[in-house]
């Protein structure tokens, strides 16, 4: 299958290089880029020096390329790009968006967090959601989320869906690696400052995964947002401004490592009788047949370093009868599971390969 990654020179598409490089099905014909266009995959990913093939290619602008022989292309892009370049790509070429263009159904949700008309709304890309793999692999068009939205809703979803938790009394306290705020260079972003350091941002409700995490665990938990994909295909953005039924207090961390993202979410139990056994059968049950999440022995908790260079995803949970609270904790890498590695599991099941192709659940330790 020939595939294209436009935007090839950030974090998330140097590992959408180097995951299609030992990819068995995957031939990649085309590499873009911004402000390195004209430069040489090697030069601009050192990592990828060792093949040569790869290392040798040209990244060229995104104007100069033809993307009609690709079966498929990965966008790559900064937020407010993927909608205007996704509309130049022939409708028989299959797109994964990996920003976050198209995954909002609430235009006023796009808004107060994007800058821009609001593009619409793709098939969401999270195969372990209910129903997900079928709609991902009947999809031309697929928009991955965003790292932090995957951690918490593959943490929550099994429990809202089963009724054992409130989707309107959610917390999701996540430290994420730097890798997640792009390459570009930007003065808190230099190890002097974060090194030695875990630091609060975006407090608030202001980050955008928030909307992009309630709007999910609404259409789980049966609220207005029940008539999206979940209740029978996609809908038109109009259909789907309410989803009224999940309230997430999200407070992101900069944590002083490179990749992955450590998110604890908690949520209010339903009933007094919900412990940890039932909390954990249900999510055992989600994720018996999911190949990249895995719940934990009891007395283990997930760790960043566990998951680092792939697209596992571990998840734990505890019930805090004292407090009538669940806590989950999910661990993934932001660059694996959390951007190239799920595109390219969205990219296998939309190209009818096998959906393990090309990844792993195994992640690199120390």
Not at 8 to 15: F, K, L, N, Q
Not at 67 to 78: E, K, R, S, Y
Not at 177 to 186: E, K, M, Y
Request: aromatic content about 4%; overall charge negative.
């Amino acid at each position: 299958m020939r595939v294209g990654v436009l935007g090839a020179s950030g974090y998330a598409g140097g590992e959408l290089l180097r995951l299609i490089s030992g990819h068995p099905h995957l031939d990649l014909t085309v590499v873009t880029a911004d402000s390195s266009a004209g430069q040489a995959v090697g030069d601009v990913h050192l990592n990828l020096v060792g093949q040569a093939s790869l290392a040798s290619l040209t990244l060229a602008t995104h104007s100069a390329v033809s993307l009609g022989d690709c079966d498929l292309v990965f966008l790559a892009l900064p937020a407010g790009q993927s909608g205007a370049m996704a509309a130049t790509i022939p409708d028989r070429t299959k797109v994964v968006d990996l920003g976050p263009d198209f995954r909002l159904a609430d235009p006023a949700a796009w808004t107060r967090h994007y800058d821009g008309a609001h593009p619409g709304r793709w098939t969401r890309g999270l195969p372990e959601l209910p129903g997900a793999r079928a709609r991902i692999a009947a999809a031309s068009r697929v928009a991955v989320p965003g790292c932090y939205a995957t951690a918490a809703i593959l943490a929550l979803a099994p429990l809202i869906a089963a009724g054992l938790v409130a989707s309107d009394d959610v917390v999701v306290v996540a430290a994420s690696g730097t890798s997640g705020a792009g390459r570009a260079l930007r003065a808190d972003l230099l190890g002097s400052e974060v090194m030695g350091s875990v630091s609060a941002y975006q407090v608030g409700g202001a980050h955008r995964h928030t909307p992009e995490i309630e709007q999910v665990l609404s259409e789980l938990a049966g609220g207005e947002g029940a008539r999206s994909e979940l209740a029978g295909g996609e809908r038109a953005p109009s259909e789907l401004s309410g989803c009224g039924s999940a309230r997430v207090s999200f407070t992101p961390l900069l944590a002083p490592m490179p990749r992955g993202i450590l998110a604890t979410c908690t949520a209010r139990l339903t009933s007094a009788a919900v412990g940890t056994a039932t909390l954990k059968a249900a999510l055992s049950g989600a994720y018996g047949d999911a190949p990249f999440v895995h719940v934990l022995p009891d007395g283990r908790w997930p760790s960043t370093a566990a998951v680092a260079g792939s697209n596992g995803v571990l998840v734990q949970v505890a019930a805090d009868q004292r407090s009538g609270r669940a806590i989950v904790v999910a661990a993934i890498d932001n660059l694996g599971k959390g951007a190239a590695g799920q595109a390219i599991q969205n990219a296998n099941l939309m190209l009818g390969l096998p959906e393990t192709a090309g990844l792993t659940s195994i992640g690199v330790a120390p």
